[in-house]
């Protein structure tokens, strides 16, 4: 089976990097040099790849071929300078799977060994080309392959996890978040200002948000168990 996959993780850190970087050298031109102009600048670039995400995806993006045997799986990622990456997994030293949708883009499956180790493969959710397999056929694929070994298998049996927001830790994540929210507009209340800060609003969103996602993983967990 032929698709894309995209190294989520690895491109999240360097953005991450990248951006307290650039925020640290602002503020420094700012409030140090006092030169608002040099921070202004900086903090430009410093937003600039949000316009190129796309071709930044790109470059984080590699073409893998995937093959379920029973009992195990060998993938073959190609990588950009034309060389492969070779792995075979096993079924019996894992003790765990689930699949997570980080955002509309990716669907993620992330498999966790015996000794706590893990690692994941991110797919496209929309299909990179004609000829390649769609996500929802592959996880899927992987899906029945781990439900087929866990019927004949005496000595393992692969448990398929929740992802974090589906989980009860990813609820009581949101529920304190939620108590967070209200003592916050609790004390926005208290102030002689009648305006509510800006902060309070991303802060709704951004719980409004992950109830959502919870709700979405959810369901997937419960059609897919």
């Given amino acids: 089976m032929y698709t894309h996959i995209v190294y989520r993780k690895e491109m999240f850190l360097k953005g991450m990097i990248y951006t307290l970087a650039f925020l640290v050298m602002g503020l420094a031109s700012t409030y140090l040099l006092k030169s608002r102009v040099a921070g202004v600048f900086i903090i430009t670039i410093m937003v600039l790849p949000i316009f190129f995400l796309g ?10 071929f995937i093959q379920l045997s029973p009992g195990h799986f060998a993938a073959t990622v190609l990588n950009a300078n034309g060389g492969e990456v070779q792995s075979e997994v096993n079924l019996n030293v894992l003790r765990s799977y689930s699949i997570q949708i980080p955002n509309d883009k990716f669907s993620t499956i992330k498999f966790t060994f015996e000794d706590g180790k893990s690692f994941e ?12 397999i769609t996500t929802d056929e592959l996880i899927i694929s992987f899906h029945s392959l781990i439900r087929e070994y866990n019927n004949t298998s005496t000595t393992n049996k692969i448990i398929f996890k929740p992802s974090f927001y589906a989980s009860n830790a990813g609820l009581f994540c949101i529920i304190g978040l939620s108590v967070f929210f209200i003592i916050a507009i609790y004390l926005a209340s208290l102030s002689k200002t009648k305006a509510l800060p800006v ?19 959810l369901d997937y967990y419960k059609r897919m168990s």
């Fill in 199 to 217: 902060s309070l609003l991303f802060g709704f969103i951004l719980i409004l948000q992950l109830i959502l996602k919870r709700k979405k993983e």
């Fill in 55 to 64: 071709a930044i995806i790109k470059k984080f993006t590699r073409k893998i």
């Fill in 121 to 132: 493969y991110s797919f496209f959710q929309k299909q990179q080309s004609d000829e390649s």
